[in-house]
């Protein structure tokens, strides 16, 4: 049994655990849930279905991490 598997973040590889969710990914790299948008696999990713949608071996994901300031 697998205990990672393999998914790219950013561009980078990146492991994670079987049956996580994209809510639990971002937990992971400590990302703030209400200051980021995500692409999986070329497609936008609604904030709804973070919390139902598992992470799968190979997805791409694209994070984008909003900063404020002026």
């Known amino acids: 049994m697998e205990t990672t598997i393999s998914i ?18 971002l937990q992971e790299l400590g990302l703030n849930s209400g200051r980021v948008a995500i692409e999986r696999n070329l497609e936008i990713l609604p904030r709804p279905k973070w919390l139902e949608t598992r992470i799968e071996p190979g997805d791409r994901y694209e994070i984008v ?3 404020g300031g002026g």
């Open 65 to 67: 991490q909003f900063v």
């Open 8 to 25: 790219i973040v950013n561009g980078e590889n990146h492991g994670a655990k079987p049956g996580a969710t994209v809510a639990d990914l």
